[in-house]
C-alpha cells in the first residue's frame, strides 16, 4: 500500500511502459509527421464533438473554478483547435502550441476574425520548450493537455505543471480503444497481435495522488465516424509503422496498400472509433502533505 503513496513508484511503472506494445504505439503517434497526414481526417464530426468532448471540457472547468474571463491559458498539443477557440469564446486568453504544421494549417484556417485576438499560435515541440526562457514559469492561470502526446513522459508532465500558477486539465484514453486497421496491420507487419494498454493518462492520475494532489476526474465514452481515401490512410499508417517497424517505406507500402484497397469501397474507408477518455483538473495550489 506505501507504494501507492510512494512518487518514483509511479514514475518507475510509467517508465516500464517502454517495454511493452502501448510504448511502440504512442512511439508511432508521436511524430509530427504522422499528424500532418492525420490532419486532413481530423475532427470531421464537429457535432459529435462538441457533445461528448467540448461540453463536458467547459463545465469541469467551470465546476473547478477554472474557466473565466482575462484568464490565461496554455494548451499543449492544440491540433486544430477547436477547444482553444472554445476557450477564447469566455474570455479566455490562450497560447497554444502544436509540433504539427498540417493541425496548425487547419487551425488557423478554421480561426475566426472574433477570435484571433485571444490567441497565439506557435509551432512547437513542447519537449524542446525552455519554459524559463520563455518566462513561462508559473506563468498561466490554466495549462491543458488533451490528448497529446506533448505530455508523454514525467519530465514533460512536470514542465506542464511547472507552467500554472492556478490550475491543469488533461484528457487521455483510459482503456485499451477499438482501432481495428491498427490491430489487422500491426498483426500482418510486426507478425505478433497487438496488445495496446490504456494511456499514461492513469500513471498520471495515481502520480498527482502520489503528490498529495487530489483532482476532480471524470470518465467518458466517446464515438465517432471517420472517413478517409485510400490514399490519405496509407500515408498515415507508412508514417505511422515506419516509426515502430524496421520495415522500409516500399515494403510497408507493399503490405498496406493491399489492405486498404481490399477494405474500401469506391476509393474511401469507413470506419467508427469508439473509446473511453479520462480527464483530469486540479488545482496547483491545493496539495495535501
Not at 135 to 154: C, E, Q, R
Not at 226 to 249: C, G, I, P, R
Request: some cysteine; aromatic content about 12%.
Amino acid at each position: 500500500m506505501d507504494n501507492i503513496f510512494n512518487k518514483d513508484f509511479w514514475i518507475e511503472q510509467w517508465e516500464n511502459d517502454k517495454k511493452n506494445d502501448t510504448f511502440n504505439v504512442h512511439k508511432g503517434f508521436s511524430t509530427p509527421e504522422y499528424w500532418d497526414n492525420a490532419a486532413s481526417t481530423y475532427n470531421q464530426n464537429k457535432d459529435e464533438i462538441k457533445e461528448r468532448r467540448l461540453g463536458r471540457i467547459i463545465s469541469a472547468l467551470k465546476n473547478c473554478d477554472l474557466l473565466f474571463d482575462g484568464m490565461n491559458v496554455l494548451e499543449i498539443g492544440c491540433g486544430t483547435g477547436m477547444l482553444a477557440m472554445e476557450l477564447a469564446k469566455y474570455g479566455a486568453e490562450v497560447t497554444a502550441l502544436d509540433f504539427s504544421k498540417g493541425m496548425l494549417a487547419r487551425f488557423k484556417k478554421d480561426l475566426t476574425p472574433d477570435l484571433e485576438k485571444n490567441i497565439q499560435i506557435f509551432y512547437e515541440d513542447w519537449h524542446k520548450v525552455d519554459i524559463e526562457a520563455r518566462g513561462w514559469k508559473k506563468n498561466f492561470d490554466l495549462v491543458i493537455a488533451f490528448m497529446s502526446p506533448g505530455v508523454a513522459t514525467p519530465e514533460s508532465f512536470f514542465k506542464m505543471m511547472a507552467c500554472s500558477k492556478k490550475g491543469c486539465a488533461m484528457q487521455g484514453w483510459a482503456a485499451k480503444r477499438s482501432h481495428p486497421i491498427l490491430s489487422d496491420l500491426w498483426s500482418m507487419i510486426k507478425q505478433t497481435p497487438l496488445e495496446d494498454k490504456p494511456q499514461s493518462i492513469l500513471y498520471k492520475i495515481n502520480l498527482l495522488f502520489s503528490m498529495g494532489y487530489f483532482p476532480e476526474i471524470s470518465f467518458n465514452t466517446i464515438e465517432w465516424n471517420q472517413t478517409a481515401t485510400v490514399e490519405e490512410e496509407l500515408d498515415k499508417q507508412t508514417v505511422f509503422f515506419k516509426k515502430v517497424s524496421t520495415k522500409s517505406h516500399e515494403e510497408l507500402e507493399k503490405i498496406i496498400r493491399p489492405y486498404l484497397e481490399g477494405i474500401s469501397k469506391d476509393n474511401v474507408i469507413s470506419r467508427k472509433h469508439k473509446g473511453l477518455t479520462a480527464m483530469a483538473v486540479w488545482d496547483i495550489n491545493s496539495k495535501f502533505p
